[in-house]
């Protein structure tokens, strides 16, 4: 049984990991190779020492209630998104609050992770890392890569000619931190995903003007849904998640697209989305800087002249002084020894995107590189809980050669084009979780809650799918779940009441749905669960104690 972990990154992903390996009686030291907490979250004027840091105006796309640790919810008066500086204090306070700073050694990098002689036997690692100059090894029993997506950035300069011609200046959007310094330019940003808008819309205030190039479109949403609540909050729960298993996905897509286009419409916008993508950004502002003419949308960049862009819809702007890419991430592990290296780039051959397929031992995990409709900080937190107990021997996985063969089997399929590649793709979040938490034991019964405790198990399917549900019951059980769930609409909307109005009456807590048009989806939903057989063998079960057998036979 694994004992002694090494935890590489102490960002959210690795506080997360350094807490679940003590919530199991594991000994975890984190090695980070900054001087601080918090990876991207920690803000620096400056990326000179090669980390991805957020820009200064950077603020949360998930709510607060929806991307907390689940047994740490964020303090009733933080606003429901934050910019990062408040966002780091949360994970200051989490660290402290569980005592995680004494298990770190900051200013150290992971030089290389090798397999032991003995590792088909023993599953431990040789970790050599370095410290001011000075190279230690030690043996660990297990690793856990906490690294995260925001590695190394895309520069697809190649896919761009003309691109080297170029006289302005270029940049990547992780040497990005303010809009100082971009005053009076016309400023050329490729890429339409959360940063690319950000970026374009900030710049717009003081840029001459900001061009924003896109290949696919994208689909645009705001942080506050109908009535105010936070979107995330409206849209991540199990009875919506209940119907859309049931729908087909072509009417599923339908209602979601008029959905998005009953706030603006997209194809106006010069917005509209590529048949058959699903790309979703959030972005406040954007659409009214398009309506008001500071931010221009344009076509995928065809090629570069010395002071232009020319368009792949024949359009050219002249006297680009910056071009940003907005291109995203790749991920990599340079202290790891082939063949593993290379294979866990390939999220196709990671299990339930966690454990490398080619591993002997499972003693080795890959926390936080999932791409979530949702909150990644909720997700990788239930990864590293998983991942704990798998070290432990408390949880199995499939043996190696079934992993392998299903993975490789499943390469050639998407090489021929028979299968599609879902790990390129979003993962719904409460598929995902509910995945993990199954395998851990934490998994809600809805229909056993509405016999044991109703007012939770209607929280629980009809309210937001926060992370707290996942502490309700089995390993790592939290006895503050319940109550954090049922008071989460509280601290929603504490923030809010900064002002006293006379006469104000509190919301039932049920107006909270059933503004939200809840009660289609509430009558559609139970519809659903009364044809469930096993919902109501559970309620026969329950009650046949209590009631006669005549009334017992007319279910």
Known sequence: MARRVAVIGAGVSGLS???????????????????????????????????????????????????????????????????????????????????????????????????????????????????????????????????????????????????????????????????????????????????????????????????????TGAWVICRSSEWGYPYNMVVTRRC?????????????NWIQEKKMNKRFNHEHYGLSIT????????????????????VTMKANVKEFTETSAVFEDGTVEENIDTVIFATGYTFSFPFLEEPLKSLCTKKIFLYKQVFPSNLERATLAIIGIISLKGSILAGTELQARWATRVFKGLCKIPPTQKLMAEATKKEQLIKRGVMKDVTKDKFEYIAYMDDLAACIGTKPSVPILFLKDPRLAWEVFFGPCTPYQ??????????????????????????????????????????????????????????????????????????????????????
Request: hydrophobic share 35%.
């Open 17 to 215: 990991s350094i807490k679940c390996c003590l919530d199991e009686d594991l000994e975890p030291t984190c090695f980070e190779r900054s001087n601080d907490i918090g990876g991207l979250w920690k803000f620096t004027e400056t990326s000179k020492d090669g980390m991805t840091r957020v820009y200064k105006s950077l603020v949360t796309n998930v709510c607060k209630e929806m991307s907390c640790y689940s047994d740490f919810p964020f303090q009733e008066d933080y606003p429901n998104f934050m910019n990062q500086g408040k966002f780091w204090y949360y994970l200051q306070e989490f660290a402290e609050h569980f005592d995680l700073l004494k298990y770190i050694r900051f200013r150290t990098t992971v030089c290389s992770v090798t397999k032991r002689p003995d590792f088909s036997e023993t599953g431990q690692w040789d970790v050599v890392t370095e410290t001011e100059g000075k190279q230690e090894r030690a043996v660990f029993d297990a690793v856990m890569v906490c690294t995260g997506h925001f590695m190394n950035p895309h520069l697809p300069l190649e896919s761009f000619p003309g691109i080297h011609n170029f006289t302005g200046q270029i940049l990547h959007s992780q040497e990005y931190r303010s809009p100082e310094g971009f005053q009076g330019k016309r400023v050329l940003v490729i890429g339409l995903g959360n940063t690319g808008g950000d970026v374009a819309v900030e710049l717009s205030r003081t840029a001459a003007q900001v061009l924003l190039s896109t290949r």
């Open 240 to 252: 919506l998640n209940f119907i859309a298993q049931v729908l087909p996905s072509c009417v599923l």
């Open 275 to 294: 048949k058959g993508a699903r790309k979703i950004i959030v972005n406040d502002e954007l659409p009214t800087c398009i309506l008001c003419g500071t």
């Open 470 to 555: 996942y502490r309700l019951l089995g390993p790592g059980k939290w006895d503050g779940a319940r109550n954090a769930i049922l008071t989460q609409w509280d601290r929603t909307l504490k923030p809010l009441k900064t002002r006293t109005i006379p006469d104000s009456t509190k919301p039932a807590c049920m107006s909270h749905y059933l503004k939200l048009g809840g009660v289609p989806i509430l009558l559609a939903s139970l519809l659903l669960i009364y044809k469930s057989s096993l919902f109501f063998k559970l309620v026969r079960d329950h009650l046949q104690v209590r009631i006669s057998p005549y009334l017992i036979s007319i279910w």
